[in-house]
Each structure stands twice: as structure tokens, then as C-alpha cells.
């Protein structure tokens, strides 16, 4: 059994964009609703486009480090819930409920170190994905009373400069990843509950490419491996009360993310950005608990069987635009739209997810010349998501609505 | 290269190390055991009714069950760790709970094979309730008590004392003694009544507890009555009919009996089975495997040299009065001594494992000695109320509905002396 922890405060949690990813690690990335692939500026560059740490300034280290204060607003359910395949109803008064609301706070850091010839590294320490959903309600409680997935990533980072256009780069990706899945039926007059938590470290890479054709265009290409987290831990399963523990397992992808983007600079003070993500999904196909021996017969089809998910490849459409004000203020702001990886067929209170748009502002201002500070904020309006009957597999009848996310970031860079 | 490994070094102080177990799950307590079941009475009523067991209109009570270690003594005189199930009804009127309290039914198990069959394993493992313990207490409210005997549950890696009374008795006397102080200590309250019953090997361990009793503990445990079933009491006439026939119906049912009897009276198992055999009954009987698994890897040809038991052994066990297992079996006959308690002998018509003649020869040879009220009660008789009835139960299908019997006649005492 693994035994790292991390301290409270570095737990990335969050239901930003579709699935659980939660590509804003950065004072420009969250102000830039993540439309920063192609034209990154400062040390969160080592993150976004490792290529680009060859454009920056090769005598400087930069560092950059914040904190997102994240908002998750309940999610709404109206409708009945269906049980045991159906021959049990209950009642849109009593299945209705609310998620509870989330309040976490997400460090990051970042840092670029100076050029070695055409070689350059960097650092970052981020929390890319991760979510939290908790129900209190009596029938959501039963599927997800918490399911909660919180990841930090260490993510060191080189570039090599093959020409003055063009840079290539990559990563080393350690994650440490805790899960935890709780689920209580007693208030569903279900006498089943589980208590599961489990970590694990896993390791994947990131490759990226940066094209500089003219002095006003760049472009940019990423790629982020996929990640198998094979939580490792125990489980408790109750029937009527009574609980034994078990060893678990259970494994949840971080998919494979591909990154295309353009920027266009007007007169060095307006910088347009288009990104096009394409994330690929569809490798959560079920979600497995396993067990170190056979579990309560009686437990098995709600906690052993697995459970299909079936998610689909998405796309995110996301466009920046940076101003520069003044030599010491810019402005930023941002848009995207993102599509839900989770079909209506396997739709679940853990992840009640639908498309979305995202909003974002943000401002840097430079102290002086080693110094920067801003801020940055980040409004995700989820649609809401109606499922008719026979439409899912786990029995929801009704409607999601609300939910989203509101997220607001104060960072600080310094170089020298 | 300095300013990175310092970056390194600032980022190490994010993490910590320490522990982020999930603790154990979060159990009732209690003192002496441990809560393993607890079924309340709608959940036990919707299950029953689920089961087709019950409908709306059935009285159903919750089930809470106990698992409680305890000591015993096995055949070669040593004390032995070894657990059992105690079920208790939940929902009943205070007036039973508060003043007047609970029957006791002791109830033995009948032959299991595999570790994962006995009481005690199956309520730890499924946390649900099982076996006749829904009769006697989620439909009958009696506190059942259900050893799991030596060689099981945590006993497993002694050998079982397959129909050895000697420790058969003793699993059983010790079990009620620790369940009777395991209430005391947990304000369960008794009221003084207790049955004894059980199925096949259960039937035979009731009957030699109920000898155990009446010769050693008189006094400080009075049974009000015993309803043994379907056991094989005369174990020398069983063996010998058993030995005398070609094949074997279930193999693994005399290879057991060889087996213990081999272990508690320390002789060879190559003198008693033949080989592949001999070598792999310490396997086969070490409680991994189910009867049906044991079954496979044994032959039905009785004896000869292909043979399950060797030649040698059973041509000693006919024709030589001084054979150790003739002998042995001897000692463990249960069905001719006199007994003061009430004894109803129940057992189907039908059987076809342990023949319905074994009851009526038990009832009518401890009523020759002196026993003054031992009686036979054929199930489906019972059942039907009809002494002609056609009605026929196997061995196997014959457990629930002798337990309803049994059920029957218990609760019958019970409303005479309780009101309830």
C-alpha cells in the first residue's frame, strides 16, 4: 500500500470541463479559458507548450505560483430513479435532490529554467483533473454519496530549439492520484453501503511542437499520453450494517488529449488564440472495482459487477484574446466551448456531466521588471441534461440542471 | 543546474508522507463476539417475501446474528478454539424481550464439507442470514445457536470429528454454556426453555448432546425437549450396510466417517482407503473443498483393489469382532440408551441417505431401555395430516420442511409455558 499523502491544500478537484479534466493550471491559462497553447508567455509555458520555453528570453528563470479557488454550485436532479432493472419506482419526490456545493482551493507552480545552448527545462506541479461530486439526497447518496478523484501532477519539461521557427519539446509526467468512492443506500431503504479509498502513482509523458512562420504567427501542437490510475486501497462494504473490509482496486483513465493551436499577433499589443482539443474519452469504457477476496453475494451487482461507461471522444473549441494595455497591464480574456464525453446511456449522479460554456477574464500587471501579478476569473455554464425513459442504464428518468463552476485565480511570476 | 534542484526541493515540501488507510469498517460492538448479521425485521420480511418465504400477511422477525468464539474439548481430550453462530429475533414485544425473554434452540449442522458452509463462515462472509436460523428465529422468534464444530470456522485446521459424539456433545454443551453467559453479558434475556435439534450430522450431534447433557450437566442445562432428524444414530449398522454394498451413492459421506475415525483413534488412512485415495483426503477434507468437489476425486466401487477402502480392511471389519472400527463405531452408537427427556424423532419417509428405519429403530430401542417419551415423527405426515399421505422427501429436500416441524412443535411448548 502506497503511503504518500499530500497536504490538503494540493488537491485538485474539479468539474470544470467535460469529463474531469481541468486544463486552467495558470493565471493566463484561467484567463484565457486554457486558449493557450500557441502563444505562452511566461513560466507556466514549461506546462502548456514545452517547445515554447526555447522562445523565451534564454538568460532568465522564470516562476510563476497561484492558487484557484474553485465553486461548485449544486447540480440539480428532477425525476424518478428506477431500480432492479425497473420493477421498483421511486417517486420523483422522493429521488429528486441537489449535489452538494464544493469549495476547494488548487495551487500550481511553475518554473523555466535558462537556456543550456539549444536545451531547456522546466517544472510544473499542477492538478489537472480530478472531481468531487457528493450527494446528501436519499436515492444519489445510494450511487455517489462521494466520488471523489484528486490528482497532482509533477511534470518536468525540456525543449530543443531545432531552428529559429521551429521547437520541439516533451515531458516526464509523475501523478499521484487518490480516489475515494462512497455510497450509502440506507436513506433509498437500500441496506447497502461502501466506503472505498485508494492512491496510487502513475506515470505518463507529453509531447509538443512550436512553429514560428512569421513573427506574428505561432503554432502550436501538444500531446498528453493517456494515464491508467490503478487506485490501490480498501474497501468497506456493509449489508444491512454490517461491513468487512477488503483489498480494492479500481482503474479510471486520464485520457489522451491532443492540442492544435494559432495565434495571430496584430502591432505586439493584440494576440488572438484558437485552440482546437480533441480528448479522447472513449478509454473509460467501465469502472471495475475489484476485490481481494469474494465480496457479499448479496452486494455483488451493485458493487462488484462492473459498470459500463462507454464514454465518448470530445471537443473543446476554445479562443483567446490578449491585450496589451499598457507596458505594465494586460488584459485577457477568453471563450470555449466544450463538449460532454459522457453518453445519456451511462449518465450517473457521480458525473452528471453536459456540454458547457466557459467564460474567462483576467488581468497581469508588472510591478516592476522582475515582479507580475494578476488575477483571473472563470464562469463554466453547464446545459442542462434531460434523460428520457429507457435512455439510461442506471435508471435516471428526469433532468440535471445547474451545476458549473466558478473559479478564480490570483497568481504571481517573478524572473531573473 | 543549482536553481533547479532548489525548485526541486521547494516543490518536495508539498508533499508529505504518512498513512491513508480507511479505517475498519464501523461494526456494532459487543462482548464475547461479534455482530455479523443484523436484518431488521422489514428488511427480513421484504427478503422472505423476495424468497417467495413469507408474504404481507407472515409474522416476520429481524435476525441479528453472533459470532462468538469459545473452548471446547476435542476427541483426544485437549481444549479447542472454535466458534459458533448465535441468532437473535429483533421486533418482538417487549414483554418477550423485557420480562418473559427468549426459548433456546440449540440446532446442529448437518454434514458440510467445505470451511465457507459452517454458521458461523457464511454469516461472517455474506453478513446475511441463511439455513434454518430463518426458520427458527426470523419466522419461529427461538435464539438459535449454531456451532460450527471442530474443523470449522475457527477451528479450520483441526480435523473435523466427523459423527464422533464424544466431540460432537462437547461443541454443542460448550456452545450453550458460552451463549448463555454471551447473553447474560449483552442484556439478551432467556427464559430457562431450550431445545435441541439439528439435521443428518446435526440430528446425530443433538441426540449425543442431549446424552451428554442428561449424563454430566442435569442440573445446570434442562432441555425441555429434543427433536433430533435424520440422523444416522446407529453409525455401526449404517457403516456396516454402507460397507456391504458395491457402490457408493455419495463417496464422500463414508470416506468422512473413515477419515475422522482414522484421525481420533490415531490408526493409518493407507489401512483403511486405498491409494490414489488415502493421499488425498487430508486435502480433500481440509475444508477448501465442497461435497460435490470431494465427490469427483473419489471412486463409487465400495472396495476390491480399484476400491475406495481397502479389502483388508473391510473383510477385518466383518469378520473380526475385535476390528478398531467395528469397535469405535460401537462407541459412538447414540440409539439405545434412556433418556428422561422428551425426544421427538423427526425424519421423512422418504430419505434416501439415512433411511426413516434408523428413527424408528432408535425410538423403539431407547423406549425398550426405559426412555419414557421418544417418538417418531415422519414429515410429511406432519405436513399433510394425513397418516396415508403419498408424499415423499429425499434427504436433501427434506431439511426445510423438518425444521417447519420441528418449528412446530417447539413453538407449540413454548405458547403452552409462555403464552406466546
Known amino acids: 500500500m502506497k503511503r504518500i499523502i499530500l497536504l490538503s491544500t494540493i488537491t485538485a478537484v474539479s468539474l470544470i470541463a467535460g469529463g474531469y479534466k481541468l486544463p486552467q493550471q495558470s493565471l493566463n491559462s484561467m484567463a484565457l479559458g486554457a486558449a493557450y497553447i500557441a502563444h505562452t508567455t511566461d513560466a507556466d509555458t514549461a506546462y502548456y507548450n514545452p517547445a515554447n520555453m526555447s522562445y523565451l528570453d534564454p538568460e532568465i528563470h522564470y516562476f510563476e505560483t497561484g492558487v484557484t479557488l474553485a465553486h461548485l454550485p449544486k447540480n440539480k436532479y428532477t425525476g424518478i430513479q428506477l431500480l432492479q432493472n425497473g420493477t421498483v419506482t421511486i417517486p420523483s419526490a422522493v429521488a429528486s435532490g441537489e449535489s452538494e456545493v464544493e469549495n476547494i482551493p488548487i495551487p500550481y507552480l511553475h518554473y523555466v529554467a535558462p537556456a543550456m545552448g539549444k536545451w531547456r527545462y522546466g517544472l510544473s506541479v499542477v492538478a489537472p483533473a480530478g472531481l468531487t461530486k457528493r450527494w446528501e439526497a436519499a436515492v444519489q447518496k445510494l450511487f455517489a454519496e462521494e466520488f471523489a478523484l484528486k490528482n497532482v501532477v509533477l511534470n518536468p519539461a525540456f525543449s530543443y530549439r531545432v531552428s529559429d521557427e521551429f521547437s520541439v519539446g516533451g515531458g516526464l509526467r509523475l501523478i499521484y492520484s487518490k480516489g475515494k468512492v462512497y455510497s450509502d443506500g440506507s436513506l433509498a431503504g437500500i441496506p447497502f453501503k461502501r466506503e472505498m479509498e485508494g492512491n496510487t502513482i502513475e506515470f505518463g509523458y507529453n509531447l509538443a511542437l512550436a512553429w514560428r512562420p512569421t513573427d506574428d504567427i505561432s503554432v502550436g501542437i501538444t500531446y498528453r499520453s493517456k494515464v491508467d490510475l490503478d487506485q490501490e486501497g480498501q474497501a468497506n462494504l456493509y449489508l444491512a450494517g454490517i461491513g468487512r473490509q477488503f483489498d480494492a482496486t479500481v482503474s479510471i483513465p486520464i485520457p489522451a488529449a491532443l492540442n492544435i493551436a494559432i495565434s495571430k499577433t496584430w502591432d505586439d499589443v493584440l494576440t488572438l488564440e484558437f485552440v482546437y482539443e480533441r480528448t479522447f474519452w472513449s478509454a473509460y469504457k467501465t469502472l471495475d472495482f475489484e476485490y481481494g477476496s469474494p465480496i457479499q453475494p448479496a452486494l455483488v451487482s451493485a458493487f462488484d459487477d462492473p459498470k459500463p461507461k462507454d464514454w465518448e471522444d470530445s471537443n473543446t473549441y476554445r479562443f483567446g484574446l490578449t491585450y496589451e494595455y499598457s507596458d505594465r497591464l494586460t488584459l485577457m480574456a477568453g471563450y470555449a466551448y466544450d463538449e460532454t464525453p459522457v453518453p445519456a446511456k451511462t449518465l450517473n449522479y457521480e458525473q452528471p456531466d453536459s456540454d458547457s460554456h466557459i467564460f474567462s477574464a483576467g488581468f497581469k500587471y508588472k510591478h516592476s521588471e522582475s515582479l507580475s501579478w494578476g488575477a483571473a476569473v472563470l464562469y463554466s455554464k453547464k446545459d442542462s441534461r434531460k434523460l428520457g425513459a429507457g435512455e439510461n442504464i442506471n435508471g435516471i428518468v428526469g433532468e440535471f440542471t445547474d451545476g458549473g463552476a466558478i473559479l478564480g485565480t490570483v497568481g504571481m511570476s517573478y524572473r531573473f | 543546474m543549482k536553481y533547479l534542484l532548489g525548485s526541486a526541493l521547494f516543490l518536495a515540501l508539498f508533499f508529505i508522507v504518512g498513512c491513508g488507510d480507511l479505517g475498519k469498517p464501523d461494526n456494532p460492538k459487543v462482548d ?193 425437549l429434543a427433536a433430533p432428524m435424520a440422523g444416522p444414530y446407529a453409525m455401526t449398522g449404517m457403516a456396516m450396510k454402507t460397507l456391504s454394498r458395491p457402490t457408493l451413492t455419495v463417496p464422500s459421506f463414508m470416506a468422512n466417517v473413515g477419515y475422522s475415525y482414522v484421525e481420533a483413534y490415531d490408526k493409518e488412512l493407507r489401512s483403511v482407503f486405498n491409494e490414489p485415495y488415502a493421499s488425498r483426503l487430508d486435502r480433500l477434507l481440509g475444508g477448501d473443498y465442497n461435497r460435490t468437489e470431494v465427490d469427483k476425486e473419489l471412486t463409487t466401487q465400495t472396495t476390491g483393489v480399484d476400491g475406495l477402502f481397502n479389502p483388508l480392511f473391510v473383510n477385518s471389519f466383518f469378520t473380526e469382532a475385535d476390528n478398531w472400527f467395528l469397535q469405535s463405531l460401537m462407541q459412538n452408537d447414540i440409539y439405545r440408551w434412556k433418556a428422561i427427556t422428551p425426544i421427538r424423532l423427526i425424519h421423512c419417509i422418504g430419505d434416501d441417505i439415512v433411511p426413516f428405519a434408523m428413527s424408528k429403530l432408535t425410538e423403539g430401542n431407547m423406549t425398550e431401555v426405559g426412555s419414557t417419551s421418544v417418538e417418531t415423527i415422519p414429515v410429511e405426515v406432519a405436513i399433510t395430516q394425513n397418516p396415508a399421505t403419498p408424499l415423499r422427501y429425499g434427504h436433501g429436500e427434506c431439511g426445510k420442511y423438518a425444521y417447519a416441524v420441528a418449528a412446530k412443535i417447539f413453538g407449540d411448548i413454548r405458547k403452552t409455558a409462555f403464552g406466546y
Not at chain 2, 404481507?56 to 469459545?70: E, H, R
Not at chain 2, 470451511?115 to 457464511?122: F, K, L, T
Not at chain 2, 434475556?189 to 439439528?198: A, D, E, H, R, V
Open chain 2, 32 to 224: 464475547g463476539g461479534e455482530v455479523v448479521v443484523n436484518f431488521s425485521p422489514e428488511l427480513m420480511k421484504q427478503s422472505l417475501i423476495k424468497g417467495g418465504v413469507a408474504d404481507a400477511n407472515t409474522t416476520v422477525f429481524g435476525y441479528i446474528a453472533y459470532k462468538i468464539p469459545y473452548t471446547t474439548i476435542n476427541e483426544e481430550g485437549e481444549e479447542v478454539i472454535v466458534s459458533g453462530l448465535m441468532v437473535v429475533p429483533t421486533g418482538m414485544p417487549e414483554v418477550v424481550t423485557k420480562q418473559i425473554g427468549f426459548s433456546l434452540v440449540s440446532d446442529d449442522h448437518g454434514t458440510i464439507f467445505a470451511n465457507d458452509e459452517a454458521p458461523g463462515v457464511i454469516g461472517e462472509k455474506t453478513n446475511a442470514p441463511s439455513g434454518s436460523a430463518i426458520i427458527l428465529t426470523a419466522l419461529a422468534g427461538f435464539v438459535t445457536l449454531q456451532p460450527d464444530y471442530i474443523g470449522f470456522g475457527d477451528s479450520k485446521d483441526h480435523y473435523h470429528p466427523y459423527l464422533l459424539k464424544k466431540s460432537l456433545a462437547s461443541a454443542t454443551v460448550d456452545f450453550i454454556n458460552e451463549a448463555r453467559e454471551f447473553a447474560g453479558k449483552n442484556d439478551i434475556k432467556l427464559n430457562g426453555q431450550l431445545f435441541l435439534t439439528g439435521y443428518s450430522e446435526g440430528g446425530y450431534a443433538a441426540l449425543a448432546t442431549l446424552q451428554k447433557i442428561e449424563d454430566e450437566y442435569l442440573a445446570e442445562i434442562p432441555v425441555t
